[in-house]
Every structure is written in structure tokens, then in C-alpha cells.
């Protein structure tokens, strides 16, 4: 039964990298700006869990700013992807000029929450 679990496990794992490699160049680049963001979270999360968090505000200020920035990312690759029919009207100029504002409040929240 483990067997055949591992044989499924790597069929879909080979059918995800054969359907992500038909992604456009431009999606791809939003993913790894959105893993970048996350990944740059957990790092500050697992620096918090050794050393504390004394400038609590500061630690939740940098989280929700990676959190919100990859969130606002996805939002962007969902408007940007061309198979998406619901953005069909949106040009993707228009979706990165909204990608940039939303950000630029979202950092300027951040920077009041600060202090």
C-alpha cells in the first residue's frame, strides 16, 4: 500500500512540474517574489522564537509587511494570468499600478504601527 501511495505521490508531483513549466515567465517571477516574502516571515519568526521579541511592534510590523506584500503579490499573479477569464477587461499595467499603491499604503500602516 506504501508503495503504490509513493508511485502516486511522484506521478503528481511530475504532472505539477510538467503544467508549472508551461507557466509564463512573468507568473513565474511573481511566484519566487511571493516565496521570497514568506520565506523572508518565517526567517523573522524563527529569529523571534531564539532571541525574543523585546520591539514586539517592530516583529509584528516586519511580519505583516512580508504577509501583506505576498499577499498583495498573489492578487497581482491572479489578475496578471491570462487564463483567468474574470480579469479578461483588466489590462496588466492597470494590476501592477494597483499592485503598487496597495503596497505603498500598506507600507505606509506599517511605518504609523511602528511608532
Known amino acids: 500500500m506504501a508503495r503504490s501511495s509513493g ?15 508551461a507557466t509564463p515567465t512573468n507568473l513565474k517571477i511573481i511566484d519566487l517574489y511571493v516565496g521570497f516574502a514568506v520565506l523572508t516571515a518565517v526567517i523573522q519568526v524563527v529569529y523571534m522564537a531564539l532571541v525574543g521579541s ?3 511592534n517592530s516583529f509584528l510590523s516586519g511580519v505583516l509587511s512580508c504577509v501583506g506584500t505576498a499577499v ?11 487564463e483567468n477569464k474574470e ?6 499595467e492597470r494590476a501592477f499600478a494597483d499592485f503598487v499603491l496597495c503596497n505603498l499604503v500598506l507600507h505606509l500602516v506599517i511605518m504609523n504601527f511602528l511608532g
Do not use: G, M, W
Not at 72 to 82: P, S, Y
Open 7 to 21: 508511485k502516486e505521490a511522484q506521478a503528481l508531483f511530475h504532472s505539477l512540474c510538467t503544467a508549472y513549466a
Open 54 to 56: 523585546f520591539p514586539f
Open 72 to 82: 498583495l503579490a498573489v492578487c497581482l499573479r491572479i489578475q496578471v494570468n491570462k
Open 87 to 92: 480579469f479578461k477587461d483588466l489590462a496588466p
